[in-house]
Protein backbone atom coordinates (compact mmCIF):
# COMPACT_ATOMS: atom_id res chain seq x y z
CA UNK A 1 0.00 0.00 0.00
CA UNK A 2 1.41 3.45 -1.01
CA UNK A 3 1.61 6.69 1.25
CA UNK A 4 -0.34 9.41 0.15
CA UNK A 5 -0.12 12.79 -0.04
CA UNK A 6 -2.31 15.53 0.95
CA UNK A 7 -1.28 19.16 1.64
CA UNK A 8 1.77 18.92 3.92
CA UNK A 9 1.19 15.48 5.07
CA UNK A 10 2.42 12.37 4.01
CA UNK A 11 0.10 9.42 5.42
CA UNK A 12 1.08 6.12 5.30
CA UNK A 13 -0.28 2.81 5.75
CA UNK A 14 -1.78 1.80 9.03
CA UNK A 15 0.12 -1.45 9.25
CA UNK A 16 3.22 0.64 9.58
CA UNK A 17 2.26 2.66 12.38
CA UNK A 18 -0.61 1.17 14.46
CA UNK A 19 0.63 2.97 17.78
CA UNK A 20 -0.64 6.16 16.06
CA UNK A 21 -4.31 5.27 17.22
CA UNK A 22 -6.37 4.83 19.98
CA UNK A 23 -6.77 1.29 21.53
CA UNK A 24 -10.08 0.77 20.65
CA UNK A 25 -9.75 1.72 17.12
CA UNK A 26 -6.98 0.13 16.62
CA UNK A 27 -8.72 -3.27 17.63
CA UNK A 28 -11.60 -2.50 15.47
CA UNK A 29 -9.08 -2.11 12.13
CA UNK A 30 -7.45 -5.45 12.93
CA UNK A 31 -10.53 -7.57 13.85
CA UNK A 32 -12.70 -6.50 10.85
CA UNK A 33 -9.45 -7.03 8.96
CA UNK A 34 -10.02 -3.14 7.52
CA UNK A 35 -6.04 -2.40 7.78
CA UNK A 36 -6.27 -1.63 3.44
CA UNK A 37 -8.39 1.43 3.53
CA UNK A 38 -7.04 3.10 6.31
CA UNK A 39 -3.62 5.45 6.40
CA UNK A 40 -1.98 7.22 9.33
CA UNK A 41 0.10 10.40 10.13
CA UNK A 42 1.14 12.38 12.94
CA UNK A 43 0.11 15.93 13.44
CA UNK A 44 0.63 18.22 16.47
CA UNK A 45 -1.77 17.67 19.17
CA UNK A 46 -2.52 21.18 19.16
CA UNK A 47 -4.25 21.60 15.66
CA UNK A 48 -6.37 18.28 16.06
CA UNK A 49 -9.67 20.59 15.86
CA UNK A 50 -10.59 20.49 12.37
CA UNK A 51 -10.29 24.45 11.53
CA UNK A 52 -6.57 24.24 12.64
CA UNK A 53 -5.75 21.45 11.55
CA UNK A 54 -6.91 22.04 7.89
CA UNK A 55 -5.16 25.63 8.10
CA UNK A 56 -2.10 24.62 9.31
CA UNK A 57 -1.64 21.63 7.09
CA UNK A 58 -3.34 22.55 4.09
CA UNK A 59 -6.11 19.98 3.61
CA UNK A 60 -9.39 21.11 1.93
CA UNK A 61 -12.27 21.01 4.60
CA UNK A 62 -14.56 19.07 1.86
CA UNK A 63 -11.97 16.35 2.24
CA UNK A 64 -11.96 16.80 6.53
CA UNK A 65 -14.58 14.73 8.20
CA UNK A 66 -16.22 15.67 11.76
CA UNK A 67 -17.19 13.32 13.93
CA UNK A 68 -19.89 14.22 16.57
CA UNK A 69 -21.23 12.47 19.47
CA UNK A 70 -25.04 13.08 20.22
CA UNK A 71 -27.10 12.37 23.19
CA UNK A 72 -31.06 10.97 22.66
CA UNK A 73 -33.64 10.85 25.06
CA UNK A 74 -37.26 9.81 25.20
CA UNK A 75 -38.92 9.77 28.52
CA UNK A 76 -36.52 8.43 31.87
CA UNK A 77 -34.11 6.32 28.48
CA UNK A 78 -31.17 8.19 26.81
CA UNK A 79 -28.03 6.59 24.57
CA UNK A 80 -25.48 8.05 22.38
CA UNK A 81 -25.49 7.82 18.62
CA UNK A 82 -22.54 9.19 16.34
CA UNK A 83 -22.65 11.59 13.76
CA UNK A 84 -20.35 11.64 10.90
CA UNK A 85 -20.31 14.55 8.43
CA UNK A 86 -17.92 16.86 6.15
CA UNK A 87 -16.33 18.92 7.46
CA UNK A 88 -17.73 22.19 5.19
CA UNK A 89 -21.41 21.15 7.14
CA UNK A 90 -23.20 20.58 9.94
CA UNK A 91 -25.21 17.91 11.16
CA UNK A 92 -28.65 18.46 11.42
CA UNK A 93 -28.84 17.25 14.79
CA UNK A 94 -32.25 18.47 16.45
CA UNK A 95 -34.25 17.89 13.54
CA UNK A 96 -33.04 14.67 10.82
CA UNK A 97 -30.75 13.12 13.65
CA UNK A 98 -33.29 13.49 16.10
CA UNK A 99 -36.10 11.93 14.06
CA UNK A 100 -33.84 9.19 12.90
CA UNK A 101 -33.12 8.16 16.37
CA UNK A 102 -36.96 8.53 17.81
CA UNK A 103 -35.73 10.75 20.05
CA UNK A 104 -37.79 13.65 22.15
CA UNK A 105 -34.69 15.18 22.64
CA UNK A 106 -31.01 15.29 21.21
CA UNK A 107 -28.05 17.64 21.44
CA UNK A 108 -24.20 17.01 21.32
CA UNK A 109 -22.70 14.99 24.09
CA UNK A 110 -20.99 16.79 27.00
CA UNK A 111 -17.16 16.60 26.14
CA UNK A 112 -16.60 14.37 29.22
CA UNK A 113 -19.23 12.26 28.57
CA UNK A 114 -17.73 11.74 25.17
CA UNK A 115 -14.48 10.97 25.62
CA UNK A 116 -15.37 8.40 28.79
CA UNK A 117 -17.56 6.31 26.65
CA UNK A 118 -16.05 6.13 23.69
CA UNK A 119 -12.61 5.99 25.42
CA UNK A 120 -10.88 8.45 22.77
CA UNK A 121 -9.50 12.06 23.25
CA UNK A 122 -11.75 15.11 22.27
CA UNK A 123 -10.40 16.26 18.84
CA UNK A 124 -9.33 12.38 17.98
CA UNK A 125 -12.57 10.91 18.28
CA UNK A 126 -13.87 8.79 15.17
CA UNK A 127 -16.53 6.78 14.25
CA UNK A 128 -13.98 3.90 14.10
CA UNK A 129 -14.09 1.80 17.29
CA UNK A 130 -16.72 2.80 18.86
CA UNK A 131 -19.34 1.11 20.73
CA UNK A 132 -20.93 -1.57 18.64
CA UNK A 133 -24.31 -0.83 19.85
CA UNK A 134 -24.15 2.89 19.22
CA UNK A 135 -26.08 4.00 15.46
CA UNK A 136 -23.56 5.47 13.15
CA UNK A 137 -24.93 8.22 11.07
CA UNK A 138 -23.17 9.13 8.14
CA UNK A 139 -24.00 11.67 6.03
CA UNK A 140 -24.01 10.61 2.21
CA UNK A 141 -21.48 13.63 1.16
CA UNK A 142 -19.13 11.87 3.07
CA UNK A 143 -19.21 8.80 1.09
CA UNK A 144 -19.20 10.67 -2.20
CA UNK A 145 -15.60 11.66 -1.19
CA UNK A 146 -13.20 8.62 -2.01
CA UNK A 147 -11.36 9.29 1.55
CA UNK A 148 -12.18 11.49 3.78
CA UNK A 149 -9.62 12.37 6.74
CA UNK A 150 -11.04 11.84 10.61
CA UNK A 151 -9.76 11.57 14.33
CA UNK A 152 -7.60 8.26 15.25
CA UNK A 153 -8.98 8.80 18.58
CA UNK A 154 -5.92 10.08 19.96
CA UNK A 155 -4.95 13.84 19.08
CA UNK A 156 -1.60 13.46 18.06
CA UNK A 157 -2.93 11.65 14.45
CA UNK A 158 -5.15 11.92 11.97
CA UNK A 159 -6.75 8.81 9.70
CA UNK A 160 -7.02 9.07 5.90
CA UNK A 161 -10.02 6.67 5.14
CA UNK A 162 -11.29 4.85 1.88
CA UNK A 163 -15.28 6.19 2.65
CA UNK A 164 -16.07 2.36 1.47
CA UNK A 165 -15.09 1.38 5.06
CA UNK A 166 -17.88 3.28 6.92
CA UNK A 167 -20.54 0.69 5.21
CA UNK A 168 -18.62 -2.31 6.84
CA UNK A 169 -19.09 -0.41 10.96
CA UNK A 170 -21.03 -2.30 13.27
CA UNK A 171 -24.94 -0.18 12.98
CA UNK A 172 -23.45 1.93 10.17
CA UNK A 173 -26.10 4.27 7.76
CA UNK A 174 -25.68 5.93 4.66
CA UNK A 175 -28.60 8.98 4.87
CA UNK A 176 -28.70 12.90 4.42
CA UNK A 177 -28.14 14.09 7.74
CA UNK A 178 -26.65 18.07 7.13
CA UNK A 179 -28.57 21.32 7.68
CA UNK A 180 -29.48 22.42 4.29
CA UNK A 181 -29.19 26.30 3.94
Known amino acids: METINLGKLSFIPFVEEPELVAATVKDLIEKNNL???????????G???TAAFCEHYEIGMDVAANCVIVEASRAERSWYAVCLVLATTRADINGVVRRKLDARRASFAPMETAVSL????YGGITPIGLPEEWPILID????????VIVGSGIRG?????????????????????????
Open 47 to 49: LAD
Open 35 to 45: ADKVWVSKIDP
Open 118 to 121: TKME
Open 157 to 181: SKLLVATSLFTELPNAEILPITKTE
Open 140 to 147: EAVCKQER
